[in-house]
Structure formats: C-alpha cells, structure tokens
C-alpha cells in the first residue's frame, strides 16, 4: 500500500512543536504499509538541503508521526535524495534521539546510496550510537562487482574496447532510431566517449551520461572539458534509482550495461521511466559464448564458459546478448529492433582488437580473486587470452567476438 502522509494531528503527534516548513527543496513522502504495521517506510526523494532546522519541520513531523504509527521497525529510505546538507542530517539524527526515548521499542531502519557518499559514514555513526538503528546502503548489493570496474586501471580496458566497438556500431544507431538534435541519455556512459562521438556525429540537442564509478566520471568530465563541449553533463547516479525526470529523452543507452549488474530489469525500467513516449531504448550485451577462434577452439570454449560461470557467481550474466530481443520486449517496448555486431580480426584491427583481448587479463584476474578462484584457474584463462591474441595476430587464424544490439519504442500508451 502507499499513500502520501498526511499532516501530523492528533495527541502526541508531532511532539516536536515547529512551525510548518517553508524549506525551500523539492521533497516528496511516500509512506508504505499502514498504519499500525509491524514494518513502515517513510521515502524522501529529491533534495534536502534547509538553511535552518526549523525548514525541517514537516518532515520531522511526518517522522514522529509515522514513528507512531509503525509497531516494528520503520524505514527511512533516503536513496533517492539527490542532495542533503548537514542541517538535514543533524535533524534526522535529534529524530533518531526523540525515537529512542519516545518509542524506545521502535526499530529504524535508513536505507542509504553512495549518491551522498558522506552520509553513510555519518549514519553509520548513528548505528553504533543507538542499538535500534540499522544502515542498509542500497547500491551496494546491487552492484556486485563495483570495485572490479571502479578501478583507475580498468579505463584503458574500456578506451580500447569503445573505439573498436564504436567502428561497427555508428552505421547501424541511425537504423535505430538516432538522428541530429535529440535529448539523450546514456546510462551507465564509462568513461563517457560515447557520448562525444554522438556529439560529433549526430549533433544531438542535450546529452547526459549516468555512472556509478567517480573514476570514471573524473575522466569523462575532463574530457568534455578539453574539448570545449558545453551541451554533454555526467552524473554520478545509480542506474536503477536515476535522478533523471520521467518521460525526458527521446534516445535512452546502456551499452554494455544490463550484463554486469545482477538486477538488469530494475535498469531497464529506469530506462523505460525516463524515455519519452515514441523515443527509443538502445542496448547492447555481449554473447561470451559465442566468442569463437581458431586454431585452439577448445581452449576458447574452456576460457569463455569459465568466465560465464565467473560471472554467474558475482551476480553477471556474460551471455546476455541472445535474450536482448526478449528482454526489450519484457520490458513493454515495440517496434523491437536487434543487430549482431560482429566484431573479428578480419573485419577490424587486429592490432587493436589484440589489445582489447590482452587487456581482458586485468578483469579476469580481478573476476577471479573474487570468485575465490584457485590460481591455476587464472593460469588456464591467460593461457586461453593468448590463444585469442595469436588467433587474431597469426595468418590464417581466426577470432569472432558477438556483440548484440538492440532498441525498442516506448508505447504511447501508459
């Protein structure tokens, strides 16, 4: 159940006594269950920022009152707030003070995101102060394998691997739908090279990119700088929460994206929210079991498997790019549209294919430390790496990388 809360009345409710706010941010409360639940949840989204305490008063009115009406744990789900001050957060902390001595028998739960990296260290104090409250930092279960791609290293896996993709894929983005002077937003951007090579070719009104790695985004924003452009932003953004408004782009990306995260369907949404009606969703997912060479085939079939299977234990699906169709469609899209990019040493170069093929040593070696992987395992897949890197280098051989893309309309209709 959800409803919006309503003002505080009646005895005992708010105890706090403040005038009503005129906190100048954009808030909404959503409150689930009801009242008189074992478990509520009070949701703030948008941004927290008040001057003075006082601007605080209508949510800390709406925290008493839920925290009167909920019998077992209540939970402050601050995951979609954009901002917050410390103003907001001292506030929320003499809320946690007023539960402990006004309904000490309360638990609090505060669902975070590593939107507002502070605030975790901050609320994390607030646990160890008070036994009843508990911390939940939401993206970080959803983003399994964060720290594997969040390393400064892993940019040149990527700068590598988009130039090459880049060389098949700019043909065919027309074809799905892109054209001059759109709003776009490319979710889960990297290092944000996409979007300066729409801009270039494509001249699209607005561009913004969305990742959750500050490396990357480091890069993105001082490669934007460099070159002068004005109408391409990065956010720092969990691509299953984004602070982007509904129905806002007519071209919406994850490149690459829906394999790595153990949720795809929660970013899929998003994708589905932020897209305007008639605009289209382009993805594109790797197919690991379709990468094919020869000589050695079997040690490439051994290789890829493993790292499917990999994957699978950090919560990745590395052979995605067969079910795109199926996933667009799941999603509620029309007007489904799929291509194979197929990527070989006979149709691109090798030289730089080869180096996006050694650089995968990094990532599997980060994959297997953390799968618990016993070393001789990463010793058979470098032995496999080299077997692609000589496929692709030596007359005669052969390598094949499937990469699948796709797009779909997001219906008129709600």
């Given amino acids: 159940m959800s409803s919006s809360i309503a003002p505080p009345s009646g005895p005992g409710v708010p105890s706090s006594g403040v005038p009503p706010s005129c906190m100048p941010v954009a808030l909404n409360l959503k409150v689930t269950g009801g009242e008189g639940q074992d478990e509520q949840e009070v949701a703030l989204t948008g941004t927290l920022r008040p001057f003075v305490a006082e601007e605080m008063a209508t ?32 506030e ?14 309360l638990k609090i739960k505060f669902i975070l995101s590593s939107v507002i990296p502070w605030a975790i260290r901050k ?29 400064d290293e892993f940019i040149n896996v990527l700068r590598t691997q988009e130039k090459i993709i880049w060389e098949h894929e700019q043909d065919k983005l027309a074809w799905h739908g892109l054209r001059p002077g759109l709003r776009i937003a490319d979710v889960c951007c990297g290092l944000g090279d996409f979007a300066i090579l729409l801009q270039r ?6 561009i913004v990119g969305v990742d959750h790695s500050k490396p990357f985004l480091r890069y993105a924003r001082q490669h934007v700088a460099d070159y002068g452009l004005e109408n391409i932003e990065y956010q720092y953004g969990d691509a299953a929460a984004l602070l982007l408004p509904d129905n806002s782009f007519d071209f919406v990306t994850c490149r690459l994206g829906l394999q790595v995260f153990n949720e795809p369907q929660g970013i899929l949404r998003e994708l589905l929210r932020i897209c305007r009606p008639g605009g289209r969703i382009y993805v594109t997912n790797e197919l690991m079991s379709g990468i094919i060479g020869w000589p050695q085939k079997e040690l490439f079939r051994w290789t890829y ?35 194979l990019i197929d990527i070989n040493n006979m149709n691109s170069d090798s030289v730089g294919l080869a180096k996006v093929v050694e650089s995968w040593n990094y990532v599997t ?41 796709g797009s779909g309309r997001k219906p008129f209709r709600s």
């Avoid at 493993?306 to 199926?326: A, Q, Y």
């Fill in 59 to 90: 949510v800390r009115a709406s925290l008493e009152q839920a925290a009167w009406s909920t019998r077992g744990t209540l939970c402050v789900n601050l995951k979609r707030l954009k901002y917050m001050n410390n103003v907001a957060f001292l």
């Fill in 92 to 105: 929320l902390n003499r809320f946690v003070r007023w539960v402990s001595t006004s309904r000490p028998e």
């Fill in 123 to 151: 609320f994390q104090v607030i646990a160890e102060l008070y036994p009843s409250v508990t911390i939940e930092v939401y993206d970080k279960a959803f983003y399994p394998i964060q720290e594997v791609i969040e390393d």
């Fill in 201 to 206: 070719d494509f001249r699209p009104e607005y």
């Fill in 305 to 339: 498997e493993k790292v499917i299977e990999m994957g699978h234990v950090l919560g990745m699906d590395m052979d995605t790019g067969l079910k795109t169709r199926s996933m667009l469609i799941n999603a509620g899209l029309e007007d489904i549209k799929v291509h």
């Fill in 365 to 405: 070696r980060q994959m297997c430390q953390r799968s618990e992987q016993p070393p001789e395992v990463f010793e058979r897949i470098r032995e496999g790496l080299r077997a692609h890197v000589e496929a692709i280098q030596t007359e005669g051989g052969f390598a094949s990388w499937p990469i699948y893309a």
